[in-house]
Each structure stands twice: as C-alpha cells, then as structure tokens.
C-alpha cells in the first residue's frame, strides 16, 4: 500500500469503524448471541490492522476467539464475507460460529475458542517464515485475562528467544469473564514483557491513527503493543461493564445501543483505575 493509500484509508476509517460497530451490534442481536463488550473494546484494532496494515505476506490470528463477532464483521468490510454470511453468525450450519473454526474462512487459520491456544500457533506461523526466510509477520490479537494461561508466556518466551517475525497485540480493557483483571494478577504486562527482552508499547486502542502508527512502525523479530480499551465502547450502557461479557441484547437495548452510536459516533468511558 502506498503512503497516499494509506492516508486515504486512515481519512476513511473513522466512518468505516461506526459502519462496522452498526453491523455488529445488528448481527450479534439477529443472533442473540452475548460477548458484545469485548467484541468492541478490540474492533478499532482489527479495523486498523485489516485496512491499513497488513500485507498480502502477513497473517493474522485472533486468540480472544469469544470476539470473533468482531473479526467476521471486520472480514465484511474488507469484501471477504457477506452480509447473507453474517446473518448465519451463531446459526444452526453455519460457518461463521460463536468462537472462530478454520477451513471456512482462508483468514481463519486456527480454531481459537479456548484461550491460550492462538499465541503458540501465532509462534508456530512465525517460525515457519523465520525458517524458510519468507517475508512477512504474523499478527496475534489476545485479552488481557489471557496472560493468566501459562501456555502464552511459553509462547513469548520461545518467540523472543528465536526473534520471531511475530507483533503480540493486548486489547487490555480490564474486565475478564467474572472480575477486572487487576483483582485476579496485578501484573504490569509492559514490565514483564519487557524483561524477555521483547520491545514493548502501550497505545491508545480506541484512536486509529495511534493505532496504525504502532501497529505498522517497522519492526524486527518479536514484539508487543498493549491497547488501552474499553470493553463495550460506543454503547453507553455496556462501556466498562462485567455483565456485557456475556449478555445479548433485548429489542431496547439494541435501539438504545445504536442511539448511542448516532449521538456520538464513539462514547468513551474512561476504565477505573
């Protein structure tokens, strides 16, 4: 992509970001289906990755796979998916499920339901093209309640050690599936991922272009970018609220949801400390 692409991309994105949080929102309450606040505390991140970062030679992996809500509509504005295959979201036989599944999708390479599974296999894409000298990286999105699974801090281990091609993205919103990540590991993620000797920055993830500054500053083998979020962004009854990790939404609430995207575009709490 050019840098005069590029620039049109990010002037267009604002817009392109509301059209996706209305698509969402439309498709998860078609479907009744719950995880909304984490869906859209990370669809700023995929919505700046897939329009102005990735290469045709890079890779992305989704390992919050409850978001996948958020990587299906983010595939409908890149032209991958329909809107015919958004309303099967959830649906008996479809191919776009609650958690991500592969051999569907070409952008869905791994089956991410369970937490702790997508950074390994982010690694395991990464060595590949390290191995073979392809170009390219491999893009790996996960919460941050996922770094209380062993198995990630394994995978950081190996892909600093090896100097991977590899960018480790954090949506850290706060909140997990029953408390705020702060009760449950008071851990400072920049600190620890920093003593592996992994270059390390935290970025505002609800402003695209502080996004697409980080996310497409040149690298070399492993890195992380922490993005500060807000679980349930742009709705002002979900925004830093534990229940929108599961909930669906009821007629009202989705007309109260997309009332807030009208008045505002993007409403923002900001998270307690």
């Not at 309640?145 to 062993?150: C, D």
Request: charged share 20%.
């Amino acid at each position: 992509m050019s840098s005069l692409d590029k620039t049109n991309a990010l002037n267009r994105l604002p817009a392109r970001i509301l059209d996706a949080r209305r698509r969402l929102l439309r498709m998860h309450y078609e479907s009744g289906c719950g995880h909304i606040g984490g869906n859209l505390s990370c669809l700023d991140i995929l919505m700046t990755l897939f329009h102005t970062v990735l290469r045709p030679q890079d890779q992305f992996v989704l390992s919050k796979g409850h978001a996948a809500g958020a990587l299906y509509t983010v595939l409908w504005t890149v032209g991958v998916l329909s809107d015919d295959d958004l309303r099967t979201f959830h649906k008996d036989d479809t191919r776009l499920g609650g958690h991500p599944s592969p051999r569907h999708v070409e952008q869905i390479p791994f089956a991410t339901g369970s937490l702790g599974h997508g950074l390994p296999l982010a690694c395991g894409l990464a060595l590949g093209r390290h191995l073979s000298g392809e170009p390219g990286r491999v893009y790996c999105l996960l919460s941050d309640g996922e770094w209380q699974e062993g198995s990630n801090w394994e995978a950081l281990i190996f892909a600093a050690q090896r100097g991977l091609p590899l960018t480790i993205i954090v949506d850290r919103n706060g909140l997990q599936g029953f408390a705020r990540v702060r009760d449950l590991s008071g851990a400072d993620l920049e600190e620890q991922f920093s003593a592996f000797g992994v270059a390390t920055s935290a970025v505002p993830g609800h402003d695209e272009r502080a996004l697409h500054r980080s996310l497409a500053a040149p690298r070399f083998g492993t890195a992380a970018i922490i993005a500060d979020t807000v679980k349930g962004s742009g709705v002002r009854f979900m925004e830093d609220r534990l229940e929108w990790h599961y909930l669906p939404m009821t007629q009202e609430m989705y007309e109260q949801a997309l009332a807030d995207l009208e008045a505002g575009g993007r409403i923002y709490t900001r998270r307690a400390a």
